[in-house]
């Protein structure tokens, strides 16, 4: 097993915000039960949660393995124990339960995260009364839920309004870009009337609040004071996240008359964060994950095109740019490392606008692990005007004919100049050097050297340097240290590695490991960090009467004070036993035999080197009284030695 490495200030402030977490539990249990808690966390299936935001493989163990969707990496350190419902990230230090999971992720109250948890789990949550002789009232939902919510019941109003006379004109747009019925309804499609408030009266009558409607983005202040709907006269997409919840709209101008841009955005709010939504994410995710590869369209229609011809890989950005957020949300469902490179495949006008967007993702080419490209129409029509025109086929065949981006930019970059002349295959040389030299591939740098040199005219050699000179004071491809982090223990010295192996048996395997375990002291363990763990466990009732699981785990790190110790736990829960198969009482026997070997013959070398600085004749009774000690723990000694024999 590797080393590991300190925990970065990220990850220590990750265990800051896990002392909240905790601390927030023991609030929780004042309106909603424990027990209510505890089956929450028993009844969800944490892979099943995880896997709605990262991609997860087989880490062997039982345990799975994704791209941390806390910090970007190019190997994936974030893992899954399924067996024990929780997670661990080893490079940044995040760990905890499904609960845990929710609020980091998705950036939830407490409350929330266990409200969401136990409806998809079917669980009733109780809650703990302030009066025995009158019931509590259930507490307000948490603010998400509550936007939520209200994006929601938006969804079914606009769709109901695209049946409507009004509508005509969404309808024929759908239509004149190849779009029946089925495909509308499939997307959630629909239409905002044209009435100054007619969505949020309907969404006042259903108990939403002035305030909720405005900071959801679907209504806005007018002069008067009163609400009034932000969209009208407009054909209507839900944007959803991609665990499916619709969180936003996309609205398109349907009438001559509206003075309004061609396409408006739900504005930024706390569920709606342009930067990190993909439409399309939801219904892509599978398939992304499946083929290990994701195309990256312009538009709405773009999406539903692709995803109808067949390419139901398709996402598109909301009104924003494609950017470091969104390569962010693609790498983890991509499952985008050094062990699987996904491919990433951009499709963009041919004009001016469409070119220079196609530069703009070679920048960000580096961030992704695998190999991107680039397909563009023959006729520079979009995805969607293409399948119009020439049908599903072309669709496909668009994606299928992609080239690697590095290739279009270079054509792009060279084009610029006349390369009859010297001055223009110099300075072409100049442009495109940098390119070459921010190829993350190193080992086909030199082809592309070659091939640079050959679409320029020009010798070998002064294209070599100048891609040289561009890429000086460049980190190396794929130089990535790990960060630092202090106060985590290290795994170098075997003692080390029994004190871990005793710490892991009593979190994972309790039923299993409990009394033998508890039999051995917190005096057995040496490294202080180890030290506060087992007082944990301890503290959490003694591993002898757990079930384990992440309620057992939680319970642990709850009761631990110590902040690396904290982080400890998490990674322990995760962190495969040093044993090929199940691990038995033998196993278990022998891990605690050589722990108190360990400490047992510390303990004699201490008492040796005592009584040899002792005057056996003017010391005679202390004399005798160490050495009866020491005789008793050779012994000792001996005995664990036997026990142990075998190793792990």
């Known amino acids: 097993m590797a080393g590991h490495t300190p925990v970065p200030p990220a990850a220590a402030t990750s265990v800051r915000q896990g002392r909240m977490y905790a601390e927030g539990v023991a609030v929780m249990a004042g309106r909603i039960r424990d027990e209510d808690i505890a089956l929450v966390r028993e009844r969800t299936a944490i892979a099943d949660v995880i896997s709605e935001v990262v991609t997860l493989k087989s880490a062997g163990g039982g345990n799975l ?8 990496e190019k190997s994936p350190s974030f893992n899954v124990s399924p067996a024990r419902n929780v997670f661990y990230c080893f490079g940044c230090g995040v760990g905890g339960d499904a609960i845990k999971f929710l ?24 809650y703990v009364e302030d009066d025995r002789s009158a019931p509590r009232p259930r507490p307000q939902q948490g603010q998400r839920q509550r936007l939520v919510a209200a994006h929601a019941a938006a969804v079914e109003f606009y769709r109901a309004q695209l049946t409507t006379a009004g509508a005509r004109p969404a309808r024929e747009f759908l239509a004149g870009r190849g779009f029946d019925r089925a495909a509308a309804e499939r997307y959630a499609c629909g239409f905002a009337p044209d009435g100054w408030d007619l969505l949020t009266k309907h969404l006042r009558q259903q108990g939403f609040t002035h305030d909720e409607l405005v900071t959801a983005g679907l209504s806005r202040p007018a ?45 930024e709010t706390p569920i709606y964060k342009k930067s990190h939504v993909l439409y399309g994410i939801d219904q892509a995710k599978r398939e992304i994950a499946k083929q290990g590869k994701v195309v990256v369209v312009e538009g709405y229609t773009d999406v539903m095109a692709c995803h109808l011809a067949d390419v139901p890989t398709a996402v598109a950005t909301c009104g924003t740019a494609f950017g470091g957020d969104h390569i962010s949300v693609l790498r983890r469902v991509l499952f985008d490392s050094d062990e699987r490179a996904g491919e990433i495949i951009f499709t963009f006008d041919g004009d001016a606008a469409g070119q220079k967007a196609a530069l703009r993702a070679f920048e960000d080419d580096q961030r992704f692990v695998g190999r991107t490209f680039i397909a563009v129409s023959p006729d520079n029509m979009d995805p969607c005007d293409l399948r119009l025109a020439k049908g599903d086929l072309a669709v496909r065949d668009l994606v299928a004919r992609r080239e690697p981006l590095v290739d279009f930019a270079l054509r792009h970059v060279i084009n610029r100049f006349d390369l009859d002349t010297v001055d223009g295959r110099v300075e072409a040389m100049r442009r495109a050097a940098p390119l070459v ?3 993350k591939d190193r080992e086909k740098r030199p082809e592309y050297v070659r091939k640079l040199a050959g679409d320029l005219g020009m010798e070998i050699e002064p294209v070599q340097r100048a891609v040289l000179a561009a890429g000086n004071g460049q980190p190396a491809a794929g130089a990535h240290a790990a960060p630092a982090r202090p106060g985590v223990p290290s795994v170098d010295s075997p003692r080390s590695m ?9 979190l994972q395997e309790p039923v299993l490991a409990g009394p033998m375990f508890d039999a051995v002291e917190a005096t057995d363990y040496q490294h202080p960090v180890h030290v506060a763990v087992r007082a944990a466990v301890a503290a959490a009732g003694g591993a002898s009467g757990a079930t384990g699981g992440a309620v057992w785990i939680e319970r642990v790190r709850d009761a631990c004070d110590d902040l690396a110790g904290q982080a400890l736990v998490g990674e322990l829960a995760v962190e495969p036993l040093r044993i090929d198969g199940e691990p038995d009482p033998r196993y278990v026997s022998i891990t605690m035999a050589r722990l108190q070997w360990s400490s047992v013959t510390g303990r004699i070398r201490d008492l040796k080197s005592k009584i040899q600085r002792i005057n056996p004749v003017s010391n005679k009774d202390e004399y005798f009284a160490l050495f009866g000690e020491l005789l008793s723990l050779e012994q000792h000694a001996r005995a664990l030695r036997e026990q142990a024999a075998g190793g792990l």
């Open 223 to 267: 002069r008067s004071g009163s609400l009034i709907d932000r969209f009208r006269r407009r054909l209507m997409w839900p944007i959803r996240d991609i665990t499916g919840d619709v969180i936003g709209f996309g609205a398109r101008k349907l009438f001559d008359d509206d003075d309004g841009p061609k396409y408006l955005n739900t504005p």
């Open 65 to 72: 393995k994704g791209l941390c969707p806390f910090h970007d």
């Open 103 to 126: 609020m980091d992720a998705e950036h939830l109250s407490f409350v929330e995260s266990v409200e969401r948890l136990a409806a998809r789990a079917g669980i009733q949550l109780r």
């Open 437 to 439: 030299a921010k190829i």
């Open 498 to 506: 029994v004190e871990r192996e005793a710490l892991k048996l009593a």
